[in-house]
């Protein structure tokens, strides 16, 4: 990779840290929004909370986790757009976005469907059959163990480093 190949990377890997600082705080904003600071508002003004409320939670628990996952990725970005290496950055951020999209995945398809049911908003089965929700979450799982790998093949090429 010669050297003005490096420096456009960087500066991609820049501007896509930003993209996702920006959706991570413009999804998150207008989530919480519409699911606490409007409803509180509206409790305050009737002494009551509207209804609702709790289910539109609960349905965007899993968002939580997703938004974390990009929060990540920006965040390794930002790290090799300011010359940090890839192997490291990447390792770390590959367990992360794992673990946070299996967990959204999870509590997707699990979760929020067994919830809703115990707290009256819906009735049906024990198991939501969200494909996109279980996509995640095998993505996810493969996502963690790939970082899990890389942090082994780091702590590996340092001992055959130091042999060197």
Not at 140 to 159: I, S
Request: charged share 15%.
């Amino acid at each position: 990779m010669s050297q003005t190949d490096l420096v456009r990377f960087r500066r991609m890997c820049g501007q896509f840290r930003w993209l996702a600082v920006f959706m991570v705080i413009s999804v998150g904003g207008l989530l919480a929004l519409l699911h606490l600071v409007f409803p509180a508002l509206v409790a305050m003004r009737d002494g009551v909370w509207p209804d609702g409320v709790l289910d539109g939670l609960l349905y965007r628990a899993p968002t939580v986790f997703y938004l974390f996952a990009v929060w990540s990725i920006g965040r390794a970005l930002g790290q090799v757009a300011k010359g940090r290496l890839i192997q490291p950055a990447l390792s770390g951020a590959l367990r992360r976005v794992g673990l946070s999209l299996g967990l959204g995945g999870v509590i997707s398809v699990f979760v929020v469907t067994n919830l809703s049911r115990l707290i009256g908003a819906t009735q049906g089965g024990y198991l939501h059959f969200d494909v996109a929700g279980m996509t995640l979450g095998m993505i996810g799982g493969a996502l963690f163990l790939l970082g899990r790998v890389m942090d082994q093949a780091g702590r590996v090429q340092a001992e055959l480093d130091e042999m060197i």
